[in-house]
């Protein structure tokens, strides 16, 4: 994996009533990460129902094809498999990255979504291929943070995974959290429109 990665989350407000908008709304999203190179897309719409999933992963995939933006699927190893996506995102409430790895090998990437140096150890240990670490700074709905400096400590006590740093990260603050070691940087906010995803990944040229 390349330093710096770029890991664009979807919103999460997709729903089976709003599905056609929300399904349009995704590919111009996918189609403008895939133009400004960011390395993954994780889709992450857990109101969908598995049919609706399946399909708007589908598309997705579709958009993305011939790009270097490779598609992750939130959970759903299933779909993440059907479609032929890159990887899945795991919870910490979901399937262990060991009963994945089991159940499909080499087949999907495996991102695990870790808050403390334990955990990061767990998914190691589990056969993660790289962990989603946060929240570093303050961001909707995460009253606590672990800060540049616990993003520090886990890089030295983890080196050997890598680690995209997640919460409240743009283009103002994207250097401090690579210089403190992070392989990328992870987001919603910042990759939802082109001139966000932009100004971070001109940034992020600097870190290299």
Do not use: W
Request: glycine content about 8%.
């Amino acid at each position: 994996m390349t330093k710096p990665l770029t890991y664009a989350i979807s919103s999460g407000e997709a729903t089976d009533s709003n599905f056609e908008a929300a399904r349009l709304r995704l590919i111009e999203q996918a189609s403008m990460l895939a133009e400004n190179s960011v390395t993954y897309f994780q889709i992450r719409e857990k109101q969908l129902a598995a049919s609706n999933l399946y399909s708007l992963a589908t598309d997705v995939c579709r958009v993305l094809e011939g790009s270097q933006t490779r598609l992750l699927i939130n959970d759903r190893s299933d779909i993440a498999a059907s479609v032929g996506a890159f990887g899945i995102h795991l919870a910490s409430n979901s399937l262990s990255a060991k009963l994945v790895k089991k159940c499909f090998g080499d087949k999907l990437a495996i991102f695990v979504s870790t808050h403390t140096t334990d955990e990061i150890g767990r998914a190691v240990d589990d056969g993660a291929d790289a962990v989603v670490f946060g929240p570093v700074f303050p961001t909707p709905g995460k009253s606590e943070t672990i800060g540049i400096e616990g993003l520090r400590e886990a890089v030295l006590q983890n080196n050997n995974v890598p680690i995209i740093a997640l919460g409240g990260i743009d283009a103002e603050n994207c250097g401090m959290v690579m210089r403190a070691g992070a392989t990328g940087v992870a987001g919603i906010r910042s990759f939802s429109d082109p001139s966000l995803v932009g100004s971070l990944m001109r940034e992020l040229k600097n870190c290299d």
